[in-house]
């Protein structure tokens, strides 16, 4: 069964640094997500991507978030500079038509220290 | 008033048992509805799309009733494997369609 594959699986970093999270999403699907999820609260929309740009993101995705695919087969987050509260489970899903269910990846804990 | 509504449970049922979960939502332009299981500390994973006129997946029955803004999901001859938290999914509505709200999930605990 095709996967939503998703790096690293654990990332530990510094208030104020830089972070990119990693997302390969199922190769034939078109709409790709990003969500948070901090723990023990629900999850959360950032941001959609379609025919590579944003169409649509959440008041979570302010201006210290942004998202690319610069291969045709990543899609990245990068948060620039992060802050204690932005630690969360991040999770990149993709789907093959909009408003379809999506398949999510197993996600990325991002602790910030 | 909160996008997506369910109740947290926990809702704990022996094994064989038949359970049902509701879930409300506020936006009335909204199209697009699922069921997702989430096991702890993992991802959500797809469990059902929302039809309007219900749909069945084995043991699975989702319903929607757009009047009252509800959708239901049934569980019958539960399993333990069914243990899991139960999240209500719903899109935006007009001008967000590819936004999708989760509720907060209703737990389920299924006991031998």
């Known amino acids: 069964e095709p996967e939503v594959t998703q790096t690293p699986s654990h990332q530990v970093t510094q208030m104020g640094q830089e972070v990119i999270l990693r997302c390969v999403p199922i190769s034939n699907h078109l709409y790709f997500y990003w969500y948070r999820q901090i723990l023990g609260q629900k999850v959360e929309f950032l941001v959609s991507f379609y025919n590579n740009e944003i169409s649509e993101k959440s008041e979570i995705f302010d201006d210290q978030f942004s998202v690319e695919r610069p291969d045709g087969s990543n899609f990245t987050l990068k948060i620039r500079s992060t802050k204690l509260e932005d630690s969360a489970m991040y999770f990149c899903?993709?789907?093959?038509?909009?408003?379809?269910?999506?398949?999510f990846g197993s996600g990325t804990r991002l602790t910030v220290v | 008033r909160k996008e997506v509504e369910q109740d947290p449970g926990p809702f704990n049922v022996p094994e064989g048992a038949t359970v049902a979960f509701n879930c409300t939502y506020s936006?009335?332009?909204?199209?697009?509805f699922f069921w997702y299981r989430q096991d702890c500390r993992k991802e959500p994973k797809l469990l059902m799309s929302v039809y309007s006129s219900g749909n069945e997946d084995g043991r699975f029955t989702a319903q929607l009733n757009r009047a009252s803004q509800y959708i239901s999901l049934l569980i019958r001859d539960s399993k333990l494997s069914d243990s899991a938290t139960y999240l209500c999914?719903?899109?935006?509505?007009?001008?967000?369609?590819?936004?999708?709200?989760f509720g907060s999930g209703t737990k389920l605990n299924v006991k031998p």
């Open positions: 999914v719903v899109n935006g509505g007009r001008g967000n369609f590819n936004k999708f709200y």
């Open positions: 899903a993709s789907s093959l038509q909009a408003n379809y269910g999506y398949t």
């Open positions: 936006n009335s332009a909204s199209q697009s």
